[in-house]
Every structure is written in C-alpha cells, then in structure tokens.
C-alpha cells in the first residue's frame, strides 16, 4: 500500500507541477519587479489608526445628539400644556397614515381621523436604503395608543420645534443617519421623514421597547419577577399574568440581571436558573417557555416570594448588574403586608424598589399592594384586561429614571448599544443615546421634576464604520473586529445574522435560514425585536488564548498575541489548524475595542505601481497595456476572467451576475482616467496589475498543453487583486466558485494549508446524487503560490487543476493497482484461486462492446515513466460490476487479529480470495469522499464518507485518524414546522366544586369572579370555549424563529504515519488500512468490502442539527409539541443554557449607574381603586348569564384613551 501512496503522490505532484504553474508564476512576479511594490501591515500602528478613525465618526454623532437633547429640554421647559387641544390643530406628517388608509379596518378609517396629516414627497436614497423626505420628520405611534389624547397631543406640539435642529445636524454633517427622539410617551419623531414599515397584520412596534431606548431610559437593573400562582388565580387572570411577565421581560436588555419565580405556600424559580442570570435573547427565551408551564394551586404566601427575591438580590457569588435592584411581583390580590419581610431585608436603605402589579378583575383590597410599592420606592399598577398589558409593564422605567434626572447633567452621558437591526431598513446599526429630562418645575421654589421626557437616539451603520477599515490589505484571512463591554462582537466577519420572511424560501442560494426540509433559501433581513448578540468566543472557535484577549479588551487594555488556533471553513465544511497575530486596542470614549487579525503571510501585500503605463498612456484606463485581456473578445485564447465584485469606482454599478458586472465595469473603464478621483487607485490597478500576470501565466503554461490528456477539465489561478482566470474559456460555463477570491473557500484555504488542497463538489444529503454522464463534474486542487522578495514572504495568489471525476476514478484504480507497466494486463482472479489483490482486479469487467480507454504515461519524477494510466474514457461507455460471491472472512480475520505464523495482517489482506473485492478511497481532511475504486460510489463523490460507509469512518475516527470539533452557530432563523389546524385540547376553565357551590364564603370571592369572568367569556366570544384555531398569518408562532444550529466538524487527527486496524463486528471482522497522502490534505484507504449488516451500527453525524428557539405564545391555552426541524435529539437551545450560565463568561456592565439619589420624592407610587362587588351585582350578574345576554364590550377607542391617560 505504501508503494501505492507513494505512486499517487507523484502524479499529484507532478501533474500539479506541469498544469499548476506555481513554479512559472513565481518567475512571472520577478520579471514584472518594476510594476508593484512590496508594502508592509503594521499591525499596533493599523489598529490604533483605524480605532481613532471610528472614533472620529462616533464623536461627530455625539456632538449632534447633544445639540438634540439640549434643544429638545429647551422646547419642552417653554411649552405651554393646552388641555383643550384638538387634532385638527397639529399638523405632522404621520408615518403610517398611508398603511391605515389602504387598510379598511385601520383605527382612522373607523372612526374618520381628525388630525391635519402632511402628505408628503419622497426621493430615493441609497445611503438610507428608502425613500425620504428631508424636509420633514415623521412621527410613528403605538397601535394602542389613542392618537388624539391630550398627551399625546401636547407631545406632538412640542417635539415639531426638533424638525429644525434635526435639519440644522444633518447641514453640519451630511453622513447623518436616522435621528429620532423616542418619548415616554411613546411617541416617536425621526428625520428624515419616510413611511412606516408596517407588517402586514398588527404593528406591535413601540419606541419604549426598542434596545437603544431602554438602554438610555436607564441604568442596569437587577430584576426578580415573583408571580403569585395560589388557586384564586385561574383562568384568564392567570393567562393576564403569563403575558405580563413576557411583556416585562421584553423591557430588560444585555446589561441587565434577571430571575422569575412563581409562589404560593413557597416560592421556587419557574426555569432551572437558581440565581439572576444575564437578560440575553436566549436566557429570556428560556424564561418564556417555563412560564407557560405555571399552574395555579394552593394559598397565596407573600413571605415566600418576597423572602426568595431578597435571597437573590442579594447574592453576591453571581455576575450581576450591581446598579437598580427591584422586584416585580403579579398577584390578583391579598391581605398581608409582610411588613416583617422588608424591615428585616430593605428598611431602612430600601436599597431594592418594589413594583406591585394587581392583575384581573377581582374584589381583593387593593391597599396593601399599593402599600408595598409606595414603602419600598416602587409603583403599583393595575392590569385588569389584556390591552393595559404592554403600557403598564414598561412604566416602570419612568420611576428608575427618576434618579438620572435628578442627577442632572452628570447623567447626560452617551451610551452606544449593542448592534441590532434597523427598524426602517438601515440593516445593522448601533445607536448612540442621551437621556432628555423635564426641566419643568411648578412653581418658584417648587421641586424639580424628577420625570425623564425620553432618549434622543442617532444611528451609525456597520457598513460606515466597516469602510474606516483596511479591507484588501489584510488579506483574505485577515480580518477588523471590535467588542463592547459583554464581549458581543459590533464587527466581526462572521457576524453575519439570517433572517429570512415567510414564504421566500429558494433553493439554491446559501443563507443560514433552513426550512424543515433543511433547504437553503435566499437571505432576507433579521427579526427587528431583538437585538443581535453574538459573542466573539462565538463567532470564533473558542480557546484558552481567545478568552485571554477578549477579556483585555473588555477591561480596556491593549495588548498583542500570537496563538495557534482552530478556524472554521468559509463553507462551514472544514477545520484548519493555523497561525494569527491578534493585535487590540480600546476605542476611546467608547465601550468597544477594536482588535486585528493578521496570518503571518499578510504582513506583506502587493501594491500596483502603474505609474509608468499611466504616464503613457492619458486616455481612458482601457488603453492601457494589460486592460485588453479583460475584454471577453480576449477568453478563447487566454481563458475567461472573473472579476471580484469590489467597489472599484462609485459610480461603477453593482451586480450579483459577474458577466454583467464585467460589462458594467468596462463601459466604466472607457470613460475613467487612471488617475481618476472618484476610483479607488489601489483596487483598480491590483486589478489590472493581476490581469497581466494571469494572462503571462495562460502564455508560459497553459496554452500549450493538452489538458485532455491527463483528464482535467480545467485550470485556474485566482489573486488577491481580484482576478479569477479559468483555462479553457468552455470551463468557466461550469464555474461555480465565488468570484470574489477572499470570498472563495478553496482560496482561503489554500492559504492556510501546505501543499495541495482537494476540494470535491459539494452535496447535500437530500439532494440528488451528481450526474456523471456530463463533463464537468470535476474536483479542485489548488494551492499557494508564497513568493519570497527580498526576505519578505507572502502568497499573493493561488493556482490549481480541476478533475475529471470519473477519468481520475479511472486512473485511481490503475496507481493503486500492481501493474507497473503499460504491456502488463490486468490480472483476472476467478472465485476459486487466489491472488494478490489491488484497488483495480476485479473491480468490474469492462464489456465486449465498450473500448478500452488509451493509455498515457503518468506523470512521475521519472524521466521514462513505466507506468501508463487510462486517459480520459470515452462517453458515455457501459460498466457492469461483478457480483460478490457471498461467503465470510471469519478464519482470515482471525489470522490477521492473532498475526499467527509471522504473517503480517497487510499480508493476508492483500492475499484475500479474489472473490472478495478491496476497498480503495481517497477522503479528505473533513471526511468527505474525493475519490473510490467503487464505480457505484462516484456519484456520493463530495458526501460525508460516514453517509458512504458509517463503520469505516467510525474505525478511522475512533483511531484518531480524524478529530471532532462541535460548535453553536446562533445567528440562524429556522422556519417551525406548522402546527395542525386545532390545538391539543380545549382552554383550561376553572371548574368549582358542590362544596364551592354551597359555600356563602365562595360566592364573594375571586374565584367565583374568575369563574364569571370565563362565562362572560365564553358566550360574548364563542371561541373561548373551543379549541386553538390555526395561527394567522404573521403570528409569533408562524414566523420564523431565532434558532441554533450545532456545527459538527471533523478534522485530522495525531496520526500521520501509515496504520492498519481490525474493525471488529461481533461474528464478522473487517480489515482495513490507512495512510496519509504527503503534501495533500487526503487520506488513503484501503478496506475490505463490508459483508455484516452489524457494522453499520455507529454513524458519524456532519451535517448542521437544528435546534429551534420559538418565540413563546402570549398565552397558550393547551400544551403543544415543540416546533422540531429534525428528528435528532438537541436542546432547545443548543448547548444547555442551564449549564452555561453556571460559568457566565467575563463582563462589564456600563461605567456608570444611578439608582439613587436623596431628593427623590417616592409620593407618586401609583394609585387604584378596588371594586368589591356586592351581592346583588353577583346576582344580577347570574341572572344575566342565565338569560344569556352578554353585556355589550367597550369601544376600542376608548381603550386607548385610558392607555394614554395623562401621566404629569
């Protein structure tokens, strides 16, 4: 075997040598020395350049939020309230007045809006990816909010002052992006003006719930939610309260802590989290879906739950946000006070606030609620419907906000967010935010007044700050990112979220978005309610060293490292062991820091130096010398080009279709002088600078061989000027490689490996097998060309061949055979002798009428090969196999397990009956299958081996010829499977027992009036009694959901030497042996052929496991089956969140809290009235409900108008 590895080598090396060009190309960069310069990456200097760009920019958006927040304190203090105000009296451009008016059942076309909407005009532009109106702002509110209540009303006479001071930022500094005031009022007014972009069904957008807002609103909080689940809360009060703490959750953000905890007789924690846990998208997710599972039982116990959130606040073991601490407690009533319980934890500091919500419809005394939240610095509210949900589990905000008020200009501190996405369409965006407080006062000597008016907000996209860094100087593997202070990347290559909308699935393009089929699908935008943190220990292979540096940059520092570390493929397919410089510094007046990732190849890089060709040549850049092998009139003779898809020149229009990018380039180049302003000089002339040194390469090399010969379908040399030449031109028609090189997997990867990297078509498991009666299904080999100039080494491109897959099969078969030389014919065992087996005898029998295809010398180091190999094989031509003849290998697997009479287990391999045919492949170093003996495996070329023989790669595995990697991607989207048309069950209904019934006691109390409040229910909605009906279209649970895909990869293992083993299968043995390829990234296998159905046992798994994370219902009202995308076993959240966030990783909350201050008035802390209904309201009640007439439901209208109650 190892004389047929060493065969396979040489003609890997030597057809790489002829066709690949490395060697020639080397030479081609030394004779033109005089048209490029080498320059150098310094690394400390690049990073502290491209921080202070970035901070530059986010300082120009600071100066104009200040000027904003100023302006906006000002109109406020000289505002004059109005409490006769009317619509008709404000004029404003409403952003979605035209939604509602094309939608017949919209509020406004209800009732006939009253209120002077603008109709405006709107142009294009593509820095806002929208149409606008700059002489406008727009105003966006709330569905539930009453558009023509008092407040509100006031709110939108005041804020119109702010159109000017927005208009008057954007003369200063024309790179403004979104500038928008959110008010708590939740009114929100932005400039410049564009249209709302409603969903299709309800617009649940509220400003007071976006990150940025809550994030300036106030400082970190640490939260304990206690819900009272005693027997009086059933029905719809406990389905109020399940929303509740849904809605309130939603009001938390990454730097605040959070714990929920359900009470009765004792409190216990409704999720496996024991203490206050970071409020991520996924710790929340997980709170979401253990709080549907709360039951109602037994008697209320408020000592329990208050004594339980106490024990958590004050736990100091945890990482927790160590700022505003407070508990929020749901309950439909009681009488006890537990005075005792806050004398013994908060008196007298009351350090921990306390918000009481009184939830439904019930005839409990509301006076101690109020009592405990006006004691301990709170607020009572009160959540008697479904529509006061939302308004009254946000308020909250306006009491913690009242310290930073109070605080005064020592609180006006910009704050930057995490990244999330755009609600109007920027795509990914951070925000830097400024609290607007009311300077009002009531009169001389009066106390100030301690309410936050809202938070100024002025966005910043990635892509903005993405182009203050180096891009093609790196390299393709070097890379920008930077962190904030809970180590979630703002930039990073592989931040990268995928969201795709309901019904756009396509197949065929990739995006991390997969249907229940595991389809691709096109990438569409993320879902705009959560906030995008992804972690760098995430968007890279964690390790001991990346840890090290994330947490320097997290406390500030700066540093530099060299590490040895994993990265994954660009395609997600492989692992590579390589080499990076990590370089970081802190981005001042910020909290992010900025980091560069450097190979040790890209210290150096090519610059064109075109002067020469410029000077000679004044007319447009398609004069010069080396611009005509661009020109498609030039790809027959010397070999189509691809060009990257760069931003070469600003008015050079974009396209996904390279020919058409090509064309649009060129018509470009006939206009634009080389020494234009409005190109990027540096891209353009790499670009021609490559095409000439490809070209030379087609000259020197390719144009005179005869690729045919030695079966390939093509050859290519790819560059980091963005050159991508394929030779023949008809091979470009099948060219299914990213044109942008720094894009491409093969070229990265050749990058970081030695030697010859094989690439073999990529297949999906579901999709059909390849076609082989075509030509063109081919394998790459590729490989760097490193050149060294003057002591200075870099790899400024790639060469390599494509395969043809059935001829190289072919030619596989003879290399691993014991012919040596062409007269020598292959020899034929029947099933009685026996004979020394190879990878070819007996494989298949040829057939009388299919010729034989020629034969041509190898390509060895030899200069008079003996060996000759099939060339290409006619098509299409007929193969037959051979049947096995049945029979076991007990007694030869016994010989070769005891290694009995001095034979060698190799031996009596090779010198099995020659019935039973070998196993001959070459797999890779992911594991997937790049060439087989085997004419029935050709088409599973590109396949996991393990979907190709699962005992086999299990035996290579488990002896550490390869390695497993598991990671978690979490910024995928996956579509839920839809649920059945009815849920499982009818609503769960409160059912009273005889005793109940005879008992005066129970007629007056809550649970007779929750067991009204169901019959009131059920007959003014029918529905309420029957079971779910199938979700609409638009609903949490039709959407698609935020879900995490377990990646599994494997790579090569310790062993590089040659290895043979016995895979043992109970009454059936299999031998098999294993040898890397030198120089490749391919393992040689040689095995017997399976016989015992036992061995298919084990399976390795590569492919992506889906683990949805579904948004949990408002109120489900049966138990579900949870949404499953496959049918493997995965947690609902990848790796089990319970266990993670017992090692919560390294973080800082902001620099900054305020929580307290001595001047605070506590007085308003929310007031409610009771209603103990009498007996005769309950029995006029069931008379009512016996005559079957249900009471007539409120207007909506007038909902909303007590949702916007006055709040000054």
């Not at 925000?431 to 309410?451: A, C, H, I, M, W």
């Not at 990265?748 to 073999?760: E, V, W």
């Not at 088409?939 to 290579?956: I, T």
């Not at 305020?1154 to 009640?1181: H, I, K, W």
Request: hydrophobic share 35%; charged share 20%.
């Amino acid at each position: 075997m190892q004389h047929w590895a060493r065969r396979l080598e040489q003609e890997i090396d030597g057809v790489m040598r002829i066709f690949g060009g490395v060697q020639q190309l080397r030479e081609i960069y030394k004779d033109n020395r005089n048209l490029f310069e080498v320059q150098e990456n310094e690394p400390q200097k690049l990073v502290e350049k491209v921080a202070g760009d970035i901070e530059s920019l986010l300082d120009r958006k600071v100066q104009a939020l200040k000027r904003l927040a100023d302006a906006a304190e000002t109109f406020q203090k000289a505002h004059r309230w109005q409490d006769n105000i009317k619509e008709e009296d404000i004029m404003y451009y409403d952003a979605k007045a035209d939604a509602e008016l094309d939608d017949p059942e919209s509020e406004d076309v209800e009732r006939g809006s009253k209120s002077s909407t603008l109709r405006l005009d709107f142009i294009e532009d593509p820095n806002f990816k929208n149409k606008v109106n700059y002489s406008y702002t727009a105003v966006q509110i709330p569905t539930d909010i009453y558009k023509g209540s008092t407040v509100i009303l006031n709110e939108l006479n005041w804020t119109e002052a702010l159109e000017n001071v927005f208009i008057e930022n954007r003369r200063q500094d024309p790179t403004l992006l979104w500038q928008v005031f959110g008010s708590a009022t939740g009114v929100t007014r932005y400039y410049p003006a564009t249209s709302w972009r409603a969903p299709k069904k309800i617009d649940l957008y509220d400003v007071r719930r976006r990150p940025w807002y809550i994030q300036g609103a106030s400082s970190p909080k640490d939260m304990v939610i206690i819900v009272d689940v005693s027997g009086s809360v059933s029905g719809l009060t406990l389905k109020l309260m399940k929303t509740s703490v849904c809605e309130m959750l939603d009001t938390l953000s990454d730097d605040d802590f959070v714990n929920v905890a359900s009470f009765n007789e004792k409190a216990q924690p409704v999720s496996c989290f024991t203490h206050l846990v970071q409020a991520n998208v996924r710790n929340k997710k997980v709170f979401k879906e253990a709080v549907q599972g709360m039951v109602a039982k037994g008697t209320t116990g408020y000592k329990a739950g208050f004594e339980y959130a106490f024990d958590q606040l004050q736990n100091s073991n945890i990482t927790r946000a160590n700022c505003n601490k407070m508990i929020m407690m749901f309950t439909d009533g009681g009488e006890d006070r537990v005075q005792d319980v806050f004398e013994k934890y908060n008196w007298p500091n009351r350090t921990v606030r306390v918000f009481t919500f009184s939830v439904g419809q019930h005839n409990y005394d509301v006076t101690p609620l109020q009592w405990m939240a006006c004691t301990n610095k709170g607020y009572y509210f009160e959540i008697p419907s479904i529509g006061a949900i939302r308004i009254n589990t946000q308020e909250y905000l306006d009491v913690l906000g009242r310290p930073m008020v109070l605080a005064g200009k020592e609180a006006k501190q910009v704050q930057w967010t995490n990244v999330y996405e755009d609600a109007l369409g920027l795509g990914l965006v951070v925000t830097g935010t400024l609290p607007v407080f009311n300077l009002t006062q009531d009169g001389p000597g009066e106390k100030k007044n301690q309410l936050i008016l809202g938070v100024m907000g002025i966005d910043v996209a990635l892509n903005d700050i993405k182009r203050l860094t180096p891009n093609y100087t790196l390299g393709a593997n070097g890379y920008v990112f930077a962190i904030d202070l809970n180590g979630y990347v703002l930039l990073h290559p592989n931040l990268k979220p995928q969201v795709s909308q309901k019904g756009d699935w396509r197949v065929g393009e990739p995006c991390k978005v997969r249907t229940p089929d595991v389809l691709p699908c096109l990438p569409q935008t993320t879902n705009f309610r959560e906030p995008v943190t992804l972690d760098f220990l995430d968007a890279e292979l964690e390790d001991e060293n990346k840890e090290e540096i994330r947490r320097s940059m997290i406390d500030g520092s700066k540093g530099h490292r060299q590490i040895r570390t994993l990265v994954k493929s660009l395609d997600e397919r492989y692992i590579d062991e390589v080499t990076r410089n990590y370089t970081w510094v802190p981005i001042r007046s910020t909290n992010y820091s900025l980091g560069l990732v450097l190979p040790p190849y890209s210290t150096f890089y090519l610059q064109a130096n075109l002067s020469d060709q410029i000077l000679q040549v004044k007319l447009p850049i398609s004069k010069l010398k080396d611009f005509e092998f661009l020109l498609p009139s030039s790809f027959e003779s010397e070999g189509h080009v691809f060009i990257a898809p760069r931003e070469y020149c600003k008015d050079l229009n974009a396209s996904d279709n390279n020919t058409e990018f090509l064309k649009n380039f060129i018509e470009l180049m006939e206009k634009v002088t080389p020494d234009s302003k409005q190109c990027n000089n540096f891209l353009l002339h790499n670009l021609i600078l490559d095409t000439g040194i490809t070209q030379q390469l087609v000259e020197r090399v390719w144009r005179d061989q005869d690729l045919n010969t030695y079966s390939l379908l093509a050859v290519f040399a790819a560059t980091d000027g963005g050159i991508t030449r394929v030779f023949p031109n008809k091979a470009a028609e099948d060219w299914t490689e990213n044109p942008e090189p720094f894009n491409a997997s093969f070229y990265r990867r050749s990058l970081d490996n030695h030697g010859y990297i094989f690439k073999p078509p990529h297949q999906d498991t579901l999709l059909r097998p390849l076609e082989l009666e075509n030509d063109t299904v081919g394998v790459l080999v590729s490989t760097a060309v490193e050149l060294s100039l003057s002591g200075r080494t870099l790899r400024p491109a790639v060469v390599g061949v494509k395969l043809d897959l059935e001829a190289w099969a072919e030619k596989f078969k003879v290399l691993a055979s014991n012919r040596t030389h062409q007269d020598q014919p292959q020899k034929q065992c029947g099933p009685s002798s026996h004979c020394e087996m190879d990878c070819e005898v007996n494989n298949e029998v040829r057939m009388p009428w299919a010729p034989a295809p020629p034969l041509v010398p190898a390509v060895t180091s030899s200069p008079s090969p003996s060996l000759w190999v099939p060339a290409a094989p006619p098509r299409p031509h007929s193969l037959t196999r051979m049947g096995d003849a049945p029979h076991t290998l007990n007694h030869w697997c016994a010989r070769a397990g005891s290694g009995g009479s001095g034979t060698s287990p190799l031996s009596i391999f090779l010198s099995l009956p020659t019935s039973q045919d070998l196993l001959c492949v070459l797999i890779d170093d992911g594991g997937f299958l790049v060439l087989s003996n085997q004419n029935h495996q050709w088409d599973q070329v590109g396949r996991f081996f393990s979907e190709v023989d699962a005992n086999l790669m299990l035996a290579l595995y488990n002896n550490s010829f390869y390695t497993r990697k598991e990671s978690y991607d979490y910024q995928a989207a996956c579509a839920p499977q839809p649920p059945g048309n009815l849920g499982a069950a009818p609503r769960g209904v409160f059912v009273p027992t005889v005793a109940d019934f005879l008992n005066l006691a129970w007629w007056t109390s809550a649970a007779a009036w929750s067991l009204f409040q169901q019959l009131l229910y059920g007959l003014v909605c029918h529905s309420w009694f029957q079971a779910d009906p199938a979700e609409a279209e638009g609903s949490p649970e039709a959407r698609e959901s935020s879900c995490v895909m377990k990646q599994t990869q494997y790579y090569f293992g310790s062993v590089n030497a040659s290895y043979n083993a016995i895979i043992d299968c109970g009454n059936c043995s299999r031998l098999f042996h294993a040898q890397r390829l030198s120089n490749t990234n391919l393992l040689f296998v040689v095995a017997e052929k399976p016989l015992c159905s036992q061995c298919e046992a084990g399976r390795l798994l590569q492919k992506e496991t889906h683990c949805i994370l579904p948004p949990p219902p408002p109120a489900p009202r049966a138990p579900r089956a949870a949404a499953s995308l496959t049918p493997h076993s995965c947690p609902a959240d990848g790796p089990e969140q319970c266990e993670l966030v017992q090692r919560p990783r390294y973080r800082r909350g902001p620099h900054i809290c305020f929580d307290y201050n001595a001047t605070e008035d506590t007085s308003d802390c929310g007031r409610g009235a009771s209603f103990p209904p009498s007996l005769g309201v309950l029995v006029s009640l069931q008379l009512l409900l016996l005559l079957g007439l249900p009471p007539r439901p409120q207007p909506q209208v007038r909902a909303r108008a007590r949702a916007a109650s006055p709040r000054l």
